[in-house]
């Protein structure tokens, strides 16, 4: 049954990462520019990516793991609207559900951030099969490792050794939103676009 949408009242369904909850404040000032007699409300929720942090994504599947539960609170009547990085959605919506609209373009680039003192890494830290193929063609002798967490949690990770991995890939979108342009131990090195082609989306 189609619901109607009180436009008094609009409960947004948003994961709890610090980037998840950035991006979701982000939308709803622009939708309050637009509505400014509506109250915004959050539905901070946990989804199956965010909790299975011992999983590899590629091994299980990515698909839906960090936009099921959002999903079924606005299947549900629970959410009105959810907020999602372009590059985790499904390729396709589930009946009932469309994509409304788009933040204004952000930088679509990922950088290399290196632990200070690596000139070149020999092992990198991603899930990410579009980042590993590319990183093999830009450096010779290359491994891979999975890593999980925030954006936060990643960088530390990196900087104190937690991982056997001397680099990671980060979305220069996520890291200027956050405010992050520097981390103690880390160097950030943009990638252009001859080197790494962004996501989709």
């Known amino acids: 049954m189609q619901q109607t949408l009180d436009h008094s009242h609009i409960r947004v369904a948003t994961r709890k990462s610090p980037l998840a909850l950035k991006q979701t404040e982000m939308a709803i000032a622009y939708l ?16 199956s990516g965010d909790q299975r942090l011992a999983w590899s994504l590629e091994v299980k599947g990515g698909k839906g793991l960090f936009t099921k ?8 009547g629970r959410a009105d609207l959810a907020i999602h990085s372009a590059k985790d959605l499904p390729t396709e919506n ?3 559900l469309v994509l409304a609209g ?3 373009r952000a930088d679509p680039l990922d950088v290399l951030v290196v632990r200070e003192g690596v000139e070149t890494p020999s092992r990198i ?18 491994s891979f490792t999975e890593i999980r967490g925030s954006v936060e949690t990643r960088l530390r ?16 979108a996520g890291l200027a939103r956050l ?5 103690p131990g880390l160097v950030f090195r943009p990638m252009t676009l001859a080197q790494m082609v962004p996501a989709a989306g």
């Open 32 to 47: 309050s520019d637009s509505m400014p007699s509506a109250e915004f409300e959050e539905l901070r929720m946990s989804t």
């Open 69 to 76: 539960e959002l999903e079924l609170a606005m299947l549900e």
């Open 94 to 96: 589930p009946e009932g």
């Open 102 to 104: 788009f933040l204004p």
């Open 125 to 142: 830290a991603t899930g990410s099969p579009r980042r590993r193929h590319q990183a093999q063609r830009i450096f010779k002798n290359i």
């Open 157 to 172: 990770k990196i900087a104190e050794g937690e991982t056997e991995a001397e680099a990671t890939f980060l979305a220069a």
């Open 179 to 183: 405010g992050i342009d520097s981390f």
